[in-house]
């Protein structure tokens, strides 16, 4: 019975959860699923998909709450770029159902990311604040999210109009990350809390949808004599994306980080983008190197998501005993 009440509890400050970027709980649990899926480990895949689902519902469940009974904070919230991963979030759940051939459920999913996207858009261009941090860089993740679904969703259809759609969604993306690094501050590389790893991350969306592009073109017979250009901007992008784990890897051994914190999550999200986008490149380019890399780093992005994991857990249910305690 104890064991039940601290359970209820827990799951009770998840549904409360009040930070902005609650979201990236659900990308970073998502995206690990989806990069074991693409490595055949389909039994892990398919238990970290019922996790996010959960933690999804959970999401849905705080906005709602919230929204009711804490309004003025609620919308300054949504002001701000780190709310932009709810539209990420949804968007790679869809992307890993699609993965399991529910496509009305990825439709369904790119319907409600879009419309999320559309909405808070606005808003959080119209509160932009400089210099950036990791957290701004949802600009990106959360529009290149809208061209992986789109892309992902273009086979089974087949669609060849969503491989268009995903491709414009693309440049927007790159377009807002070379906006928003123009003016970041680089001193969040050894002071961020997690989101600073969202700098790679970003590029790693990029690249996993140029990725997508190129398979699902390859698949549907589209390529025509673009074939040569997506495959180069997609291996180029990889390299580029690359170049940022050794200095994000560096940060993180000279500033150790190790109390949890919810933007932890957005340092998981480009561990499995990193896996991701290497399986679907590697894959698609035919480029052995790429998609070994992509097969080792996956379990480097599942055992991160693992301890992280664990740390929010044990944060919740401590949470839940102190205030039992009192």
Request: proline share 3%.
């Amino acid at each position: 019975m104890a064991w039940m009440r601290l359970r209820y509890g827990v799951l009770e400050r998840l549904l409360d959860s009040s930070h902005p970027a609650a979201g990236a709980e659900v990308m970073g649990t998502g995206i690990v699923s989806v990069a074991l899926s693409l490595d055949g480990q389909e039994l892990l895949s398919r238990i970290l998909l019922v996790l996010a689902a959960v933690m999804w519902v959970a999401l849905v469940a705080s906005v709602v709450t919230r929204a009711r009974r804490e309004r003025a904070p609620f919308l300054a919230e949504m002001r701000t770029p780190a709310a932009l991963s709810s539209v990420a979030g949804t968007a790679v759940l869809g992307t890993r159902l699609t993965q399991l051939g529910w496509s009305w459920a990825g439709v369904a999913a790119l319907a409600i990311a879009l419309v999320l996207w559309l909405a808070l858009l606005g808003p959080v261009l119209a509160n932009w604040r400089t210099p950036t941090v990791g957290a701004t860089l949802m600009l990106t993740v959360s529009t290149e999210s809208l061209g992986v679904l789109a892309a992902t969703l273009a086979v089974p259809g087949p669609a060849h109009w969503l491989l268009i759609a995903a491709l414009t969604s693309s440049g927007l993306g790159l377009c807002f990350y070379v906006f928003v690094i123009r003016y970041f501050d680089w001193r969040q590389l050894g002071l961020g809390r997690g989101d600073h790893w969202i700098t790679g991350g970003a590029l790693a969306i990029s690249t996993l949808t140029a990725g997508k592009i190129l398979a699902g073109a390859e698949t549907l017979g589209t390529l025509g004599d673009g074939g040569g250009t997506l495959e180069a901007l997609a291996v180029g992008l990889w390299i580029v994306t690359m170049l940022w784990l050794p200095l994000l890897l560096l940060c993180e051994a000279l500033r150790p980080r190790l109390a949890y914190d919810v933007r932890r999550w957005s340092t998981v999200f480009p561990f499995g983008m990193y896996a991701a986008c290497s399986l679907v490149v590697g894959r698609a380019a035919r480029v052995g190197a790429i998609t070994s890399f992509g097969q080792a780093w996956v379990w480097v992005a599942l055992v991160l998501w693992a301890v992280v994991f664990l740390a929010m857990i044990h944060r919740e249910a401590a949470m839940v005993r102190g205030r039992r305690g009192h």
